[in-house]
């Protein structure tokens, strides 16, 4: 049984951080690029990040970048979004994304809210 399971949201003031983890099973984590992706109320989800299957060269969005950080530990099957820096506009559901040829798994989400 496929699951990612994500964990780590919450509510967070303006200036903090959050670590988000997204824990894997029922597949092999390893083959799989992870991405982290975010839907706010009312809107489109967006892509903030992704890493890799192979070698370290993540890519983020342009309005995360230098703020947050993502990362994998292949041995823990967990994939790990590190935000720094919130803003009020970081606030949505934060979706995991694993992602191999064809196959492609989403966790069920986790809210973020940036507000002071």
């Known amino acids: 049984q496929v699951q990612l399971v994500e964990s780590g949201g919450g509510l967070v003031q303006p200036g903090g951080s959050l670590r988000l983890s997204c824990a894997a099973s029922?597949?092999?984590?390893?083959?799989?690029?992870m991405s982290w992706f975010r839907q706010a109320l009312g809107k489109e989800r967006d892509l903030v990040a992704v890493i890799p299957a192979v070698g370290n060269s993540p890519n983020y969005a342009d309005s995360v970048k230098g703020r947050f950080t993502i990362s994998r530990d292949n041995a823990k099957n967990t994939a790990y979004l590190q935000m720094n820096s919130l803003k009020p506009e970081d606030t949505a559901v934060y979706y995991c994304n694993a992602k191999w040829r064809g196959s492609v798994h989403w966790g069920q989400g986790t809210q973020v809210t940036v507000s002071s």
């Open positions: 029922g597949f092999t984590f390893r083959n799989y690029a």
